[in-house]
């Protein structure tokens, strides 16, 4: 089976200060993996996505992540964090052979003035 | 701009009474998932189609719950009765194959 693990409920950064969220995962096969952003009562948007190839990947807003495969994670950063980038933070994985999109329980950022 | 749209975005109905809800999803994606979202279980993974066939519905209690679609252009969940611990966001998202899903704005169901 596959599983998500985002070991913070809250991370607190400044604004203009470098940001990471955590996120390791479990597959029996190759990972697709993605984060999605929540803002309160919205649904979730895409933010980026690890396919294959590089194992840094930009995304939208100015995030980016790191695939380690030998050590099963994809933490989500950015370099100068914004108040507007407040928000409930969520990695999810596919399974190259079980298709189905399973999410952790997500991380709530809070971004301070 | 393409979006899953669902339908209605806000529910309150009295416990027992049936509940409809409804999905489109994007034009030409294959994948489509049905979640719960609560403050105690985040979000939970109720079911999936792939071509319109159910693939994993393992999360959804049958005794009460029901997911179809009845055509590439909707889906549908239901849950007969309602009871109050249904009350919750729910999403659908649609995607295609191995690749990122796209969510709709999500229905607030209460159970009263």
């Known amino acids: 089976a596959q599983s998500v693990a985002q070991p913070e409920d809250q991370v607190n950064v400044a604004e203009g200060n470098p940001l990471t969220v955590k996120c390791t995962y479990s597959?029996?096969?190759?990972?697709?993996l993605f984060w999605y952003v929540q803002y309160p009562n919205r649904g979730l948007q895409f933010l980026l996505k690890y396919i294959t190839g590089d194992n840094l990947v930009k995304g939208s807003y100015g995030f980016e992540a790191e695939f380690n495969k030998s050590q099963t994670s994809f933490h989500l950063k950015k370099p100068s964090a914004l108040v507007s980038d407040s928000a409930l933070y969520f990695c999810?994985?596919?399974?190259?052979?079980?298709?189905?999109?399973?999410f952790g329980k997500g991380t709530m950022l809070l971004v301070s003035p | 701009d393409a979006r899953v749209t669902q339908t209605p975005r806000h529910k309150v109905t009295e416990m027992g009474q049936e509940v409809t809800m409804r999905c489109q999803p994007i034009?030409?994606?294959?994948?489509v998932f049905w979640y719960r979202q609560t403050m105690m279980q985040g979000l939970e993974l109720l079911a999936y189609?792939?071509?319109?066939?159910?693939?994993?519905d393992s999360g959804m209690p049958k005794d009460r719950f029901s997911a179809e679609m009845p055509d590439a252009t909707l889906a549908t969940l239901k849950i007969q009765p309602s009871e109050p611990r249904d009350s919750a966001v729910y999403f659908c998202?649609?995607?295609?194959?191995?690749?990122?899903?796209?969510f709709g704005q999500g229905t607030r169901l209460t159970v009263v």
């Open positions: 999810a994985v596919r399974d190259s052979g079980y298709s189905t999109l399973t």
């Open positions: 998202a649609s995607g295609a194959e191995w690749t990122e899903a796209f």
């Open positions: 189609f792939r071509n319109r066939a159910p693939l994993d």
């Open positions: 597959v029996s096969g190759n990972p697709y």
């Open positions: 034009l030409g994606h294959n994948t």
